[in-house]
């Protein structure tokens, strides 16, 4: 039975593995931009590769940011193993931005829905209140 624990794990190993070493993280925005696309190249499976790629483009690439966003949340594993519950709800706020930007208020109400009541005390989390996308705020 033990080795088949491992062997259950072994996918979630192998995620963890693959995320961007500490000394490689952008430290100011002009590295984001610099460095994104060889993080996202690079790291594919770390959310922060796309989130950091989806910073460079909600300037100038809505859909595209979207894009890189959707692929950091589906990191789902990786979100929850490795970093804080904060760190998915900003990702989640910057996924709901880009779909007020986009004119698409009522589907970045439903992406935003789940995490709605993830703040201290089942509050609604800072980064959401401010988009004004969870009813009854």
């Given amino acids: 039975a033990a080795g088949y624990e491992v062997y259950a794990m072994q996918p979630t190993y192998r995620a963890v593995a693959n995320l961007i070493p500490d000394k490689m993280l952008p430290k100011t925005d002009a590295d984001v931009a610099a460095q994104a696309e060889a993080l996202v190249k690079a790291y594919p499976n770390d959310p922060r590769s796309h989130f950091y790629r989806a910073l460079t483009l909600m300037d100038t690439d809505a859909p595209g940011a979207e894009r ?3 692929k950091a949340l589906a990191e789902k594993d990786v979100l929850e193993i490795e970093f804080k519950p904060e760190f998915e709800i900003e990702i989640v706020a910057y996924l709901a931005q880009t ?3 986009e004119g698409r208020a009522p589907e ?3 992406e ?3 995490y709605c009541h993830s ?3 089942g509050t609604v989390p800072e980064d959401l209140r401010s988009l004004d996308v969870c009813a009854g705020q």
């Fill in 112 to 114: 935003a829905k789940p």
């Fill in 108 to 110: 970045a109400k439903l």
């Fill in 68 to 70: 890189e966003l959707r």
């Fill in 99 to 101: 779909l007020i930007t």
């Fill in 119 to 121: 703040g201290p005390g």
